[in-house]
């Protein structure tokens, strides 16, 4: 089979690919790579070429059959990336260039890691990304697009993509790992005095406050819950963006009917009143925290609602780890590790991608920098520091629109 032709394709909407086709490649243990995900996107406009996401996923088969994958998206704009490039769309302009439309793989306002390709493992994986790298420089050149950029890939996708000539970018964000701890009170065993206290300090004014939380697994989120939910989604980003937030409320209906086994909600309560609720989507070894708000302010809610509850979680559930957005220091102290993350550039003018080349190699310094200061944050005692190996974050393995913490 892996020596028959390739043919490649861009596809305007996953309404084209059948779902069991596209999930067949793709593991289940990344759900934002799923097929009803990334059409629940589309089925709702949030990725639409009227708001700014148009969809052309690369699409590869041999002898009819689909034996390969990429999402992608024509871009006209930088909004719901979380990987800045205003500098370099600014020099493009300086140079009376045009830097949009750029092309994109990424999963849409969801800045984690994850992979980016899926390719029969019959294939030599290899051949067939060299083949859709190739595809897409002919399609940037088709549809005058400057150049192509691919976000939070997991290490393997990120290693194909540099070897046909991608510039590796460098970024640093947090993420929970479990050391196989038996519960919350054992978690922080590993903690420094100081810090144990802190965190059960932290935990107990929630409680004072009379909020408590329940957690809800699929079909056990209701209506009522879901229009809890969305008030508190849209409250965030009105908060801090002026806007009602990028997704409709039709996209979270989708996904309660298309993956309801991946969705998890954290509802908060105060003297028996809903006031605040967290998402996240479940993978086979990983929580993603994804998108959270509350209508009221109460003290140390937000650090209950959208990360003890989600360690909590991944303790009961035996998970590996917890990714529960990007940014914040505030995260460290709490147990989140600094690991690294990567987006990944190709640009089409020769001169453009040699400078991007310089600009990226120098901003890695500094992010070696703050990642290796930002280790002397963490919590845990002496020796009791658990280690991000590869293992544990990829694929299950990360700035805020979309965010559980912030848009």
Same mark, same amino acid.
């Given at each position: 089979m892996s020596d028959e032709a390739l043919e490649l394709s861009f596809c305007s909407s996953l309404s084209q690919v059948l779902a069991a086709d596209w999930n067949a490649l793709t593991s289940l243990a990344?759900?934002?790579?799923r097929h009803e995900f990334l059409l629940a996107m589309e089925r709702s406009g949030a990725t639409t070429a009227e708001t700014g996401w148009e969809p052309c996923h690369a699409l590869c088969r041999q002898n009819g059959a689909l034996v390969a994958l990429m999402p992608l998206y024509l871009k006209h704009h930088p909004?719901?990336?979380?990987?800045?490039?205003?500098?370099?769309?600014?020099?493009?302009?300086r140079n009376g260039q045009h830097y949009y439309p750029k092309l994109l793989s990424a999963i849409p306002y969801s800045p984690v890691t994850g992979p980016r390709f899926a390719v029969d493992p019959s294939l030599d994986v290899t051949r067939v990304v060299a083949a859709m790298c190739q595809a897409v420089r002919e399609l940037a050149a088709e549809r005058s697009a400057s150049s192509w950029h691919v976000l939070f890939p997991d290490d393997a996708s990120r290693s194909l993509l540099t070897h046909q000539g991608l510039l590796h970018r460098r970024a640093c964000n947090f993420r929970w790992h479990n050391e196989g701890w038996r519960d919350f009170d054992d978690y922080l065993a590993a903690c420094t005095s100081r810090r144990r206290k802190n965190l059960r300090r932290e935990r107990r004014l929630v409680r004072e406050q009379g909020v408590c939380h329940k957690t809800r697994i699929g079909e056990e989120i209701s209506s009522a819950d879901w229009a809890l939910f969305y008030r508190c989604y849209?409250?965030?980003?009105?908060?801090?963006?002026?806007?009602?937030?990028?997704?409709?409320?039709?996209?979270?209906?989708?996904?309660?009917?298309?993956?309801?086994?991946?969705?998890?909600?954290?509802?908060?309560? @105060?003297?028996?009143?809903?006031?605040?609720?967290?998402?996240?989507?479940?993978?086979? @070894?990983?929580?993603?925290?994804?998108?959270w708000g509350a209508l009221r302010t109460v003290e140390c809610l937000h650090f209950e609602t959208c990360y003890y509850q989600g360690i909590d979680y991944c303790l009961r559930e035996g998970l590996s780890s917890f990714d529960p957005g990007v940014q914040g220091d505030h995260k460290l102290s709490r147990g989140f590790l600094p690991v690294e993350t990567s987006s990944c550039h190709w640009?089409?003018?020769?001169?453009?991608?040699?400078? *991007?080349?310089?600009? *990226?190699? @120098?901003?890695?310094?500094? *992010?070696?920098?703050?990642?290796?200061?930002a280790t002397t944050m963490l919590p845990f005692r002496r020796g009791n520091s658990p280690s991000p190996h590869p293992a544990a974050l990829a694929p299950e393995h990360s700035p805020n629109h979309g965010d559980i913490d912030a848009p």
């Amino acid at each position: 089979m892996s020596d028959e032709a390739l043919e490649l394709s861009f596809c305007s909407s996953l309404s084209q690919v059948l779902a069991a086709d596209w999930n067949a490649l793709t593991s289940l243990a990344y759900p934002l790579l799923r097929h009803e995900f990334l059409l629940a996107m589309e089925r709702s406009g949030a990725t639409t070429a009227e708001t700014g996401w148009e969809p052309c996923h690369a699409l590869c088969r041999q002898n009819g059959a689909l034996v390969a994958l990429m999402p992608l998206y024509l871009k006209h704009h930088p909004y719901g990336e979380f990987v800045f490039d205003h500098l370099w769309a600014d020099a493009w302009q300086r140079n009376g260039q045009h830097y949009y439309p750029k092309l994109l793989s990424a999963i849409p306002y969801s800045p984690v890691t994850g992979p980016r390709f899926a390719v029969d493992p019959s294939l030599d994986v290899t051949r067939v990304v060299a083949a859709m790298c190739q595809a897409v420089r002919e399609l940037a050149a088709e549809r005058s697009a400057s150049s192509w950029h691919v976000l939070f890939p997991d290490d393997a996708s990120r290693s194909l993509l540099t070897h046909q000539g991608l510039l590796h970018r460098r970024a640093c964000n947090f993420r929970w790992h479990n050391e196989g701890w038996r519960d919350f009170d054992d978690y922080l065993a590993a903690c420094t005095s100081r810090r144990r206290k802190n965190l059960r300090r932290e935990r107990r004014l929630v409680r004072e406050q009379g909020v408590c939380h329940k957690t809800r697994i699929g079909e056990e989120i209701s209506s009522a819950d879901w229009a809890l939910f969305y008030r508190c989604y849209q409250q965030t980003y009105a908060r801090h963006s002026g806007h009602g937030g990028y997704l409709s409320p039709a996209f979270f209906a989708d996904l309660a009917r298309s993956m309801p086994e991946a969705l998890v909600m954290f509802i908060a309560e @105060q003297s028996g009143e809903p006031i605040a609720a967290a998402l996240c989507l479940r993978g086979e @070894q990983a929580l993603y925290g994804r998108y959270w708000g509350a209508l009221r302010t109460v003290e140390c809610l937000h650090f209950e609602t959208c990360y003890y509850q989600g360690i909590d979680y991944c303790l009961r559930e035996g998970l590996s780890s917890f990714d529960p957005g990007v940014q914040g220091d505030h995260k460290l102290s709490r147990g989140f590790l600094p690991v690294e993350t990567s987006s990944c550039h190709w640009m089409a003018d020769p001169s453009f991608h040699r400078a *991007v080349g310089a600009f *990226v190699a @120098q901003e890695a310094k500094y *992010v070696g920098q703050y990642r290796e200061a930002a280790t002397t944050m963490l919590p845990f005692r002496r020796g009791n520091s658990p280690s991000p190996h590869p293992a544990a974050l990829a694929p299950e393995h990360s700035p805020n629109h979309g965010d559980i913490d912030a848009p």
